[in-house]
């Protein structure tokens, strides 16, 4: 199994960048909830912790020691950006990181997110940032979008939108890290000969009706005797009906 832990930034009382309405800690832990929810759908081999999963703080030494207390192959911590003249997306690792893994997932995760998003891409950036530097195992903090920035803005106020900022970065886990996709079996379909058979037993059902009814006298005016001839064709009506859906 490979340990994923994402860290949706910000949280409670540390809002993060605000603009136009939102606040980072909030879409921060939509698309951290959309990787996680993907991640466990489409793959076999991913275990996915999250450091919040609702609006609380947590300081950064709490987010980077849950990391690595769970012995995490690798930390993804999720922030939005924020100045009105940038714009598109980017992503980090630490600046003297020599982690091979660090570096094939900034590579994947940058490359799939700007094919999904269509965002432009500002580039893969090393830095001192807390999250990439005490995290100790491979990690990658990503950038998505400009909150305080009208067009981007619009973007992240978009639920399908966001879709596909979490799809890009998951996607970009599952590259570098070989996830492997669950196997979804096709719904099983019935062969010539099991519809065959299937109506065979349609026939034959039937054909017991029409005999019971014929036989019973059907054509007996009598109420009483209608009345049970009634229930009997209805009772073998229900058996006929779920010998079919065998």
Do not use: C
Not at 48 to 70: E, I, P
Not at 226 to 234: D, G, L, P, T
Request: hydrophobic fraction near 35%.
């Amino acid at each position: 199994m490979v340990k994923i832990f994402i860290d949706p930034g910000r949280g409670g009382k540390d809002l993060g960048a605000v603009g136009f309405g939102l606040k980072e800690k909030d879409i921060t832990l939509k698309v951290s909830l959309k990787i996680r929810d993907i991640l466990q759908k489409e793959y076999s081999n991913a275990d996915v912790r999250l450091s919040r999963t609702t609006d609380v703080y947590l300081s950064l030494a709490q987010r980077t020691n849950a990391a690595k207390g769970w012995n995490a192959d690798f930390l993804l911590s999720v922030h939005i950006n924020a100045t009105p003249s940038g714009s598109g997306y980017e992503d980090w690792i630490y600046e003297r990181m020599t982690n091979s893994k660090s570096i094939a997932a900034q590579n994947a995760i940058n490359a799939e997110v700007v094919k999904v998003t269509g965002w432009r891409n500002r580039g893969k950036k090393r830095g001192n940032l807390h999250m990439v530097r005490e995290s100790k195992m491979a990690s990658v903090l990503t950038e998505s979008g400009f909150i305080d920035n009208p067009s981007d803005a619009k973007l992240l106020k978009d639920d399908t939108f966001l879709d596909k900022v979490a799809r890009g970065q998951t996607d970009g886990i599952a590259k570098a890290f070989n996830l492997k996709r669950k196997v979804v079996l096709p719904e099983k379909e019935e062969t010539p000969m099991e519809d065959k058979e299937k109506n065979a037993r349609a026939d034959k059902s039937f054909q017991s009706a029409q005999d019971f009814v014929k036989a019973s006298g059907i054509s007996d005016g009598t109420y009483p005797r209608r009345a049970i001839i009634r229930q009997e064709v209805w009772s073998m009506l229900e058996r006929m009906n779920r010998e079919l859906m065998k």
